[in-house]
Each structure stands twice: as structure tokens, then as C-alpha cells.
């Protein structure tokens, strides 16, 4: 998405709080359990998903000068490449020097200025080659205002009193106009273009705020594409049901996203995360997919830095995703300590190093894949909640698999903390994984974790 203005997003976030249960007033809506009967691809087991900004990840910003960073993300462990829109951005209207991706001109095209058709495919290919996938970011509500769908087709576009092309009403989004989900003719185009780039050897599809589109287009598209091969599906929705039951692997932990930085910054406490994750285990079967993330690229520019938002905390935030029940995210140039917010409508390229988060990342990433415990929905272990006598400070909790087990302990917050725990049936020799030191879980004494500290045994 692009940029919302500041009244509109307080409404817009305050809407996705009601949602999940929170309210900035004080009151929860009551959030029933569901069934999935999605069938997620088997490659997507222990997945982690990679979001790519191609305009802004080289100095050239193009396919193919993208595609030389793919044996390193091969090698960080990445599974999933989800490529921020590759179409041909409009014209007309055009905010700032580039334009938005999200003003998209021609579903069934690239963007020049990332390259060829045949540049693209040849990323797609040697993605394949090194065992990772593809996702496209889909743009199901609106178009440029010069998509020639608005010559060709007309009636799929809502329009205003005067029978004219108009934005997505309650938003700045001048450069785009709104589709009209009524037409059927539109389901049927969105078919063929997202089909279109399945016969081309795209995995899945990354949906872009897809709340007013219909729920059976989803569970349509999917059917219909699944018969050219599985296709991983994520909506950038969160909402319980819906858009889950047939459509979607995956959605957006929204609310989680915000929790981590309130956390962070003071603003609130383990307790929230405490309360967050019951009503997650009651509502979410344990085959739904949660995408969670310290950044994205709506975050990144337009709210901060992962070291603005989060400060110290990015380690023990970090930890806890990809030890979660979720499917982690990594954005851009995260990996390599992104300190800036990338500008959305110009060029503004990402300096490349490693700094000390590379290898943190990576070590997160294998853990993930090499303790089915940690893998994601019914491939890995529920999430089960430790209760320690710090609960407002300590998040700790275990995931356990076909002999493979993950304890966890989380300190969130600033000033170190000890604390004592009883673990039931699960005490005994555990290794704490990012030291290596054997020890035996509960500890004689009290436990002790630095600042923002975690821990994390394996068995």
C-alpha cells in the first residue's frame, strides 16, 4: 500500500485492533474459532519469506543485478522471494519522481525500469535452481489511471456521481483509481493474470489489502490455479475465518507487529503478549499460517526503522518470530542493519554489509529448519505457555515435535530480571542454542536474562 494519511491510518489501524479482538477504547469484540481447509505446498513446511524491494535493493535497481544476491539469500537460508509489484507503474497522476508500484499499469507486464520480461523469468529460473520460490505482489483493488483496462474495459471501475474514474474513496491515493469487485468480468481477468504468471513459474502471491474484494473470488482463484501447480497465498488482512477458510495459506499479524513496538518502547508489557497468544491458540487452528515481522515495506517508510521503533529490542522481537507459530519476514536489507527509511517514489538505494544481524538472522533461520518443532502450522508443535512468577517481564513458553522440543524464554523489557519457573514433564538436559552451554532446565536457582535478554534450549 502507499501512504495514508495520519487520520485515515488512526482509523484504519484502529479498525484492524477491533478486528482482533483489542480496541483503542478498552473493549475486545468476542473472536470465535474456525477451520481451515486450506491444503498449503509441502515446500512451504519450514518457510521463511524474504520481501524484496528490487528498485531499491542495487544501484542499478533491476531484475538482473538483483539476481547476482540470490546465491547469498540462498545461503541466509531464505525460502520464499516475494517481489514488490514488478509492473509497469501509470503515468497519469504519477506521485513523485518513479511512482508508486502499487499504481499498477499493465497486470500481464514489467516495469522497464527494473528490466525485460525475459530478465525477470531468468530470476524466477535460477530462484528455482537454488531451491527457493517465487511470489508476486498482487494488486487486486485499484489501477494507474492509464491501465488499459480503462479503455477496454470500463465497467470495472467504480464511479463517482458524475460517472467518472475515481480513487479508493477515504484515502490520498490520487495516482490510482477503484475497481468494482461486482463486475464478474473482473474476477475472470484477475484469473487469467494471475494464471498468466503461474505458467510462468511464479509460486503464490503476495495480495495487497484485499478487505473489499470478495471472499469467493479468493477461494475461486486459488481452486483455479492450484489445477497449474500449488500456489502459496497471502493476504495482507487480519481477520479471523474468511479470507482463511479456503483462499489464503496466510495472513498479517498486524496487531502483533504493533504489541512488539508498544513493548519496546515501553508502552506495554510480557502480559500483552501473554493475553495476545491466548486468544491466538483459541481462534487460529494450528494449520493457518500468521506472517510475523519487525519490518516491512509499509513500515519502513512510512513509520521507522526496526532501530527507531524497537531500539534494543530487535534481538528478543526476532527471537520470538522465528520461534513462534508463524512464518517469519525479513524485509530488504534487514539482515545487513537497515538504518534508513528507504523513500517509496524515488530512487534511494540500500548500502550493503554485514554487521552482527546477518549472522544472528542466519542462525535463526536454521534453527527454524533444523528443529521440526519450530516448523510452521501442523508441520511444527503448538505453542504452550511456561508460567514463571516474573509474568509481567518474562514471555517463556515451549514448542514440541516428534521428539524435538524448543523452550523459550523472552525477557521484554529494559533492566535485567531473574526469575524461577516449574516446567512440569518437560525438565532435563536442554542446549541453550546460541552459546552451545548444556544445562538442566529448571535450574537449581533463579534464571537470569540480561536487558532484552532471551534464551532459547533446544532438545
Given amino acids: 500500500m502507499e501512504k495514508i494519511t495520519v487520520g485515515l491510518l488512526t482509523i484504519f489501524l484502529a479498525g484492524i485492533l477491533l478486528i482482533t479482538g483489542c480496541s483503542i477504547f478498552g473493549k475486545k469484540k468476542e473472536l470465535k474459532p474456525f477451520v481451515s481447509e486450506v491444503i498449503h505446498p509441502e515446500w512451504s513446511k519450514n518457510a521463511v519469506v524474504y520481501e524484496v524491494n528490487v528498485r531499491q535493493y542495487t544501484d542499478e535497481g533491476t531484475f538482473r543485478a538483483f539476481e547476482e544476491h540470490l546465491p547469498r539469500l540462498k545461503n541466509l537460508g531464505i525460502d520464499v522471494l516475494w517481489l514488490m509489484p514488478t509492473y509497469p507503474i501509470g503515468i497519469v497522476n504519477r506521485k513523485g519522481e518513479l ?4 499504481s499498477v499499469k499493465d497486470f500481464m507486464d514489467v516495469n522497464p525500469e527494473f528490466g525485460t520480461m525475459e530478465d525477470l523469468k531468468s530470476v524466477i529460473d535460477k530462484t528455482h535452481e537454488l531451491g527457493m520460490y517465487v511470489m508476486l505482489d498482487w494488486v487486486p483493488n485499484h489501477t494507474a489511471w492509464d491501465n488499459r483496462l480503462t479503455i477496454d474495459h470500463p465497467e470495472f471501475y467504480v464511479k463517482d456521481s458524475r460517472g467518472k474514474f475515481t480513487p479508493p474513496i477515504g484515502t490520498d491515493w ?89 513493548v519496546a518502547q515501553g508502552k506495554d508489557s510480557a502480559n500483552a503478549v501473554s493475553k495476545y497468544f491466548n486468544r491466538e491458540w483459541v481462534v487460529y487452528p494450528q494449520n493457518v499460517y500468521r506472517l510475523m515481522f519487525l519490518t516491512n515495506h509499509d513500515e519502513n517508510s512510512w513509520a521507522g526503522t526496526v532501530d527507531s521503533l524497537m531500539g534494543d529490542a530487535q534481538k528478543v522481537f526476532a527471537s520470538l518470530i522465528f520461534t513462534a507459530s508463524s512464518v517469519p519476514l525479513l524485509y530488504s536489507g534487514q539482515e545487513a542493519c537497515l538504518d534508513k527509511k528507504l523513500r517509496f517514489f524515488t530512487r534511494d538505494t540500500i548500502e550493503w554489509d554485514t554487521c552482527d544481524l546477518t549472522g544472528f538472522y542466519a542462525s535463526l533461520i536454521r534453527l527454524k529448519k533444523e528443529n521440526r518443532a519450530l516448523w510452521n502450522g501442523e508441520w511444527g508443535g503448538p505453542m504452550e505457555k511456561i508460567k514463571t512468577n516474573r509474568d509481567k517481564k518474562v514471555f517463556a513458553f515451549y514448542r514440541e515435535k516428534e521428539g524435538n522440543r524448543v523452550v523459550v524464554f523472552l525477557n521484554l523489557t529494559r533492566k535485567s530480571v531473574a526469575f524461577k519457573t516449574i ?29 532484552w535478554g532471551y534464551r532459547v534450549y533446544v532438545k
Fill in 99 to 102: 511512482g508508486s508500484y502499487y
Fill in 174 to 262: 490520487t495516482d490510482v483509481i477503484q475497481l468494482d469487485w461486482s463486475s464478474e468480468g473482473l474476477h475472470d481477468y484477475m484469473i487469467s493474470a494471475m494464471s498468466f504468471w503461474v505458467k510462468m513459474g511464479v509460486d503464490g502471491f503476495r495480495v495487497d489489502h484485499p478487505h473489499n474484494t470478495p471472499v469467493e473470488f479468493w477461494e475461486r482463484a486459488r481452486a483455479e490455479l492450484n489445477k497449474i501447480k500449488p500456489v502459496l497465498m497471502l493476504a495482507e488482512h487480519e481477520e479471523p475465518g474468511g479470507f482463511l477458510v479456503k483462499g489464503f495459506d496466510m495472513n498479517y499479524a498486524w496487531e502483533m507487529h504493533h504489541l512488539m513496538n508498544r
Fill in 423 to 451: 516446567l512440569k514433564d518437560i525438565g532435563g538436559e536442554y542446549s541453550e542454542y546460541f552459546t552451545g552451554i548444556k544445562e538442566i532446565l529448571p535450574p537449581r536457582t533463579s534464571l537470569k536474562l540480561d536487558p
